[in-house]
């Protein structure tokens, strides 16, 4: 297993994920107990010694079932994360109960390093009204309590949103979980979001490294191009090689779902290979041809300053690819819900005057359309 330093620790670069753990009759709520309990044993006895868990996972029951697992194993073992789940905004005044009962739950005093979950569109303001709720404040009373050993962030919302947060309290933050892969490299702007916490000095953990098993499983003509390169490695590799190619990344977070995926997992980190810059290259390449059908918006903004109605049409467009990409997925749906209703892509009137300026000649009118339908 590959070692990551962090302060005074040493983390296993491949860390277990619990949002995906295995369940019984197609219900996420029902964990298999026994399942997970193999796959943590395995994980410690293999190098894995960072957990991460979170309020919401598996309907709540991904807390308990954690805790009942680790409890088999010296605590002195691994190392724990979990989460205030700020992603429900009834949540906001609650972090002295909710913190006390994840306590409880996990069967823990104190938890390794503990994140403020999913700053986003829709709850940066809420965060940022600590005189109110005073999350952080607390969440730092419990860190100088002993009761949390790191504290630190995720985020799935915009740089923006993320640079707010950080000029609030970045003093704070020890680390920060964003979703990266060589996909939302471009597609939801992660470079410019490693730049920022480069730019703060924030050591990166990672989640969807495979984004939901789609970097997993790919086209037989972009497997191809990948085993001419590396004609030992599969795709799933390739996946974690790309984040190994990033000295910020210290720990890759994966949701595994059986103890197969865990094998594979844990076997691509015994070792440490990451890109050339002819493969990194090559990789991106093929990354901008899996996304062939989206809509290549380049962000000019001419389109803004002509459009009636205001919209914030690059960021509307990036999303609907994100949607368009994904198949669904939580995030673009997410941010449009934070939209009042005369910035939604649904406000579009359909007058065309935007499209009369865009030098990639892209139909904006239908592109908000067929938005507004994948969105119900």
Not at 2 to 15: E, T, V
Not at 42 to 69: C, K, P, Q, R
Not at 126 to 137: Q, W
Request: charged share 25%.
């Amino acid at each position: 297993m590959i070692y990551k330093p962090f302060k005074d620790l040493k983390l296993s670069a491949l860390g277990m994920g619990t949002m995906r753990l295995p369940t019984t009759g197609g219900d996420d709520a029902q964990i298999d107990a026994a399942a997970t309990q193999e796959m943590v044993d395995y994980a410690l006895s293999h190098g894995v010694n960072y957990f991460d868990t979170a309020w919401g996972y598996h309907s709540g029951n991904s807390e308990l079932i954690m805790g009942e697992a680790l409890k088999q194993h010296p605590r002195e073992n691994f190392y724990l994360a979990t989460k205030f789940p700020g992603y429900d905004l009834a949540n906001m005044p609650k972090v002295k109960e909710i913190f006390s009962q994840q306590l409880e739950r996990l069967q823990t005093d104190y938890f390794d390093f503990y994140l403020i979950h999913n700053v986003n569109e829709m709850n940066i303001d809420a965060y940022l009204k600590e005189e109110e709720y005073g999350i952080y404040s607390h969440l730092l009373e419990q860190k100088k309590a002993g009761k949390i050993r790191h504290l630190g962030f995720s985020a799935h919302g915009s740089v923006e949103v993320m640079r707010r947060f950080l000029e609030a309290y970045h003093e704070g933050m020890e680390f920060c979980q964003i979703q990266l892969n060589y996909i939302d490299w471009t597609l939801q702007d992660a470079q410019a979001k490693m730049e920022l916490l480069r730019e703060y000095d924030i050591p990166v953990w990672v989640m969807e490294p495979v984004r939901g098993g789609r970097l997993a499983k790919l086209s037989e003509k972009d497997e191809q191009t990948l085993a001419a390169l590396r004609p030992q490695e599969k795709p799933v590799a390739w996946a974690f090689r790309f984040l190994q190619s990033m000295p910020e990344v210290v720990v890759t977070l994966s949701g595994m779902s059986d103890l197969e995926q865990m094998k594979e997992n844990i076997a691509i980190f015994e070792e440490e290979k990451p890109l050339t810059d002819s493969e990194m290259n090559s990789l991106l390449h093929m990354a901008a041809g899996m996304m062939d059908g989206l809509v290549p918006c380049t962000a000019c903004r001419y389109c803004v300053a002509h459009c009636p109605k205001g919209l914030d049409i690059p960021k509307l467009i990036g999303l609907y690819n994100d949607l368009k990409f994904t198949g669904g997925g939580f995030i673009p749906r997410m941010v449009v819900g934070t939209l009042p209703e005369d910035k939604k892509p649904s406000a579009c009137v359909g007058c065309h005057s935007c499209e009369k300026l865009c030098p990639q000649q892209i139909k904006i009118s239908e592109v908000m359309t067929d938005f507004t339908d994948k969105l119900k």
